[in-house]
């Protein structure tokens, strides 16, 4: 399968799972975004990444409902993307902001300020 067409899968998986997420009831988990989706070259798996603006009890409590509701979230974007296996979905923890922060904050570590001379 090309590339091209896994990608345009991917994007569409995104979408619909944000759109799917919208509707659930995910008040106390904080602000959850899909963040990117990877699907495999065989269609079989997917990969759902999401971001969880909040405490990292919030945090752990997002991934936990959306486990919870996991088979609700598949069965409904079975019925939005019509392909001939829906991927089966897996939710991770995006940790991108996590370590962008971390970076910066070590480069600000070693910024020296210049002496006077």
Do not use: W
């Not at 345009?8 to 959850?32: M, T, W, Y």
């Not at 991934?63 to 829906?86: F, G, V």
Request: proline residues 3%; negative net charge; glycine residues 2%.
């Amino acid at each position: 399968m090309s590339n091209r067409r896994i990608e345009r899968v991917s994007e569409l998986a995104k979408q619909q799972i944000s759109e799917i997420l919208q509707e659930l009831n995910l008040a106390d988990c904080g602000f959850v975004t899909v963040t990117s989706t990877e699907i495999s070259p065989d269609l079989q798996d997917g990969r759902v990444y999401v971001s969880v603006i909040g405490s990292d009890e919030q945090k752990q409590r997002a991934i936990k409902a959306l486990e919870h509701a996991h088979s609700r979230i598949q069965h409904e974007l079975s019925r939005r993307i019509i392909l001939k296996y829906t991927p089966r979905l897996k939710f991770l923890l995006d940790e991108t902001e996590v370590h962008a922060q971390r970076i910066e904050h070590l480069l600000d570590e070693l910024h020296i300020e210049p002496s006077d001379e």
